[in-house]
Every structure is written in C-alpha cells, then in structure tokens.
C-alpha cells in the first residue's frame, strides 16, 4: 500500500491505496465521483478526461500515486454554487449529447481547448482538438457546436455556435 494526498475539486484528500490504482479507478470506486466515465480502458475514447492541475488528462493513463500533491478537477468540480459551468450549460442548450456517455470526458477536454487556444474557436479547430474523444452516437455536429458556444460563454460573449 502506498499513501497519496492530493485534491480533488478542492478539497484535499488522503488514501492509502494500492500503487497500481489507476487514478479513473480512485474517482469512481474510492471518491465515488462516477462522473469520469471508463470507456474503452485502453486511452482511446477519452470518457475518462479529467484536469490535473488544470491540464485535461485521460484518468485511465495515470496511476493515483502520480498525482501526489496535486490537483484534480472531475466533472462534478466544474460546477459552481450549483451553477452549471459555462462549458456544461451550452452542452445541455446546444444538445451536445446523446447517449451522454462520452459527454464528461468530452466537456473535460472542451474547456482546456478553451485554456490552450482561447475563446475564438472555429469549426475545424474544435474537431481537430477533438480527436482523442469518441462519441459513439455520433452526436459530434451538436458537440461541436456547443464547444464554440461555450467557448465564447467562457470569454462572456454571446453563445454563438461555431459550426452553424
């Protein structure tokens, strides 16, 4: 057993865990924060996208011992005073999801699209960006729509889709 302190959506917390305890595995069975989905186990669909230390990170690639003082924002440490985050607003207006499956890890990447290449995001960019993500369902015009209408709800501006 190895013993980690670290944050997670403010708060701190410590657990003595086994070393090989993927950081995805933490959230859900320790923490129970079931929104950081596990899709595919193998890194590619990106239901498991988490910030660590502010930078989108897929959860089942990291060990919870490597994230030993550091800070880790779910999907449920988005919101705020029980608003939802700018990001998850325009995916519930712009109906950016279907199935909602992959939708958590989809909003987790989104908003540090948003972090990395600012609020002006055009329809090929927030695609491009998107590759790690997979929706199944196929929703990804909806998807990338509210992308752009977040981005801009982020920067203040008025919710313009960027792929009308």
């Known amino acids: 057993m190895s013993s980690v302190s670290l944050t997670v959506n403010g708060k701190a917390v410590t657990a003595d865990i086994d070393p090989r305890t993927l950081l995805v595995q933490y959230l859900r069975d320790s923490l129970r924060l079931t929104g950081t989905h596990v899709g595919c186990d193998t890194s590619q669909c990106g239901a498991c996208v988490v910030h660590l230390d502010g930078q989108a990170v897929k959860a089942c690639t990291v060990l919870t011992v490597q994230c030993e003082g550091r800070e880790v924002t779910t999907i449920e440490g988005l919101a705020s005073g029980g608003a939802l985050h700018p990001m998850q607003a325009a995916f519930r207006e712009h109906h950016?999801?279907?199935?909602?499956?992959?939708?958590?890890?989809?909003?987790?990447t989104a908003v540090d699209l948003v972090r990395r290449k600012g609020h002006a995001l055009d329809e090929h960019t927030i695609r491009h960006e998107l590759e790690g993500n997979i929706?199944?369902?196929t929703g990804y015009h909806n998807i990338?729509?509210?992308?752009?209408a977040g981005a801009?709800?982020?920067?203040?501006?008025?919710q313009q889709a960027a792929a009308e």
């Open 96 to 108: 950016g999801l279907q199935c909602g499956y992959c939708t958590p890890g989809m909003i987790m």
């Open 135 to 137: 929706c199944r369902c």
């Open 144 to 148: 990338v729509k509210a992308i752009g």
């Open 152 to 158: 801009a709800a982020m920067a203040g501006g008025p």
